[in-house]
């Protein structure tokens, strides 16, 4: 009987916590919102890069980042299973790299108009990351299902600005599967989750794969230097 209790309580504690959120984000949406400007040729131009089997992740170049508080924090597309080693690669990588993940790696420009004027400014952070994710839902067409071989989901990394570097203290979060219904549930995919271990794994061995190929590059154009300043 006590058991039974107990499921009673946690599921009305449960109902009680969604409710709350979608009301949350209902007051959020209602608010303010955020446009893409263009989202039409925005969004043609996400599937053109997300149909090349070569893109990894797509992050989304939000443009005037200090307005919309988003310097410290990035949005993205990211394909299942291979792209989200490439998404939590250390920010120092690219450089070591020689720009080596640029190959699987596209940006698309965002660019963002609000429904009322500083509507966003005057939003809570909440609210904010809500408005930020809403977009981005939109354009992407997130709720409309894969077809098996462009499968991802939208992905946030926000850095701790004390603690650049340290990749362990990046905030990560995905919209799960669960949350991919017919509509998005926007706090699930702003929920904070730790990396699978093999990402980690997988995330190592990309490194060291792209150091030996950015010497390997080094050393090709030395020689090529060499043997022209030799002649």
Known sequence: MIKILLCLICLVITFSSSATSASNVTSCLQACHLNVQNSEIVHLQYIRTINDGTTRVVYFDILNDAY?????TLYA???DNVGQPMFSLPIDYIAVSLNLPAAFIHY???????????CYRQSSFFCQEILVMSALVKVTRLNNRCNGTN??????RHFHLHHIGDRE?????CCSEK????EIDLVQCLQPNRLLPYISI?????IVLGVLLSF???IMISNRVIKYLGR
Request: overall charge neutral.
């Open 68 to 72: 919309y508080n988003v310097n410290a």
């Open 77 to 79: 597309w990211v394909r």
């Open 108 to 118: 698309q420009p965002i660019n963002f108009t609000e429904s009322t004027l500083n």
């Open 151 to 156: 499968c991802g989901s939208l992905c946030r």
């Open 169 to 173: 203290r990046d905030e990560y979060a």
């Open 179 to 182: 949350s991919l219904e017919k």
């Open 202 to 206: 997988l995330t190592i061995f990309t």
């Open 216 to 218: 390997s590059t080094v």
